[in-house]
């Protein structure tokens, strides 16, 4: 990769990292549903008419943006209103990608790789120490509320997925656009139904900036932005170069919440931490084969598939499991 397009690639990792700590400000002032309602609203409009929908069936487009956008962020907004920190929360969440690794193999019937079985094992390890850390200093139902979101962007990748729908240029920010249109109805529905309309009436008029510009970074830097450069550089490089990147994302997220909120991870979620990204590390990055007879190097790369969403859609895994974003 050229020096300039490894600079947009960590570019992108400081934007998604820092995505978290926006959305926990923003919800100092707006409550959870109502917050992904509007971000969705933003992020759709006027992006919709401007983004060519993806060659899929409405069906799938709907079932996609049910667990890869409303499923997810719900659960993440959710889990970051009831205290999960948000720096240890862009660390915890990169366990989609494990998760899609166990749900492929046993919906799409995709045997996973000996690298990836190990990473899976991994990453358990490291949530389970994650678990154990946040016993001893917080309530444990932030993290499960969590890991629920993680599970719901698998499912979304494993749908993605059976859909192809992560071909041709562009394709993961149409699928990220056009999916996003069946959040901002069920969120607000929720939200009248969860939070009520006295929270919804008080959040809408009385809106503070740091609501608007949380809004803003999370819905245009994070989602279409970051997508937009992201999808780039998977048209112009293999996925193993770019993918590598994605793990940046939690380095920044928590160095920005230990910054923004003075968050300092118990030594427990720090080790439980390494051992999750060492665990995606393990599954997602890709040794050279050396060719016997022209002693070059061969490299195995997967078609470039682009994310379908945010922070979100991290990373794509490799075969026989698939890209998973």
Do not use: K
């Not at 409550?31 to 983004?51: E, G, I, S």
């Not at 390890?125 to 154990?132: D, F, H, K, P, S």
């Not at 998977?234 to 160095?255: D, E, K, Q, Y």
């Amino acid at each position: 990769m050229r020096r300039r397009d490894i600079a947009l690639a960590v570019l992108v990792a400081v934007v998604w990292g820092t995505n978290f700590v926006a959305i926990r400000a923003g919800l100092d002032s707006v409550p959870p549903l109502l917050f992904l309602a509007v971000r969705f609203v933003v992020v759709c409009v006027p992006a919709v008419l401007l983004v060519r929908r993806p060659a899929l069936p409405w069906r799938d487009l709907a079932l996609i943006g049910l667990f890869t956008s409303l499923g997810q962020f719900a659960l993440l907004y959710l889990a970051l209103h009831l205290g999960m920190p948000p720096g240890l929360s862009s660390l915890v969440l990169q366990a989609q990608v494990l998760l899609t690794v166990v749900i492929a193999a046993g919906w799409l019937r995709e045997r996973p790789r000996t690298a990836q079985r190990i990473g899976v094992a991994l990453g358990g390890a490291g949530l389970v120490t994650i678990a154990a850390g946040r016993g001893l200093s917080a309530p444990l139902l932030p993290l499960v509320v969590l890991v629920l979101a993680a599970v719901s962007w698998a499912v979304g990748n494993v749908l993605t997925r059976r859909a192809g729908a992560l071909t041709g240029p562009g394709a993961g920010l149409g699928v990220t656009v056009w999916s996003g249109l069946v959040v901002p109805l069920p969120a607000l529905a929720l939200s009248f139904l969860v939070e009520g309309p006295g929270a919804i009436g008080a959040a809408l008029t009385h809106v503070q900036w740091s609501a608007v510009l949380s809004t803003a970074y999370t819905a245009y830097l994070s989602s279409l932005v970051g997508y937009g450069i992201w999808n780039t550089l998977l048209s112009r490089h293999p996925v193993a170069a770019v993918t590598p990147f994605a793990m940046l994302v939690p380095v920044f997220g928590m160095a920005a919440a230990a910054v923004a909120f003075g968050e300092r991870p118990h030594l427990l979620e720090l080790v439980g931490g390494v051992l999750l990204l060492a665990g995606v590390g393990v599954a997602v990055l890709r040794r050279p084969r050396r060719s016997p007879r022209s002693g070059q190097v061969a490299v195995d790369v997967d078609p470039a598939p682009r994310p379908a969403r945010e922070p979100a859609h991290l990373v794509q895994l490799t075969r026989p499991v698939g890209p998973s974003r």
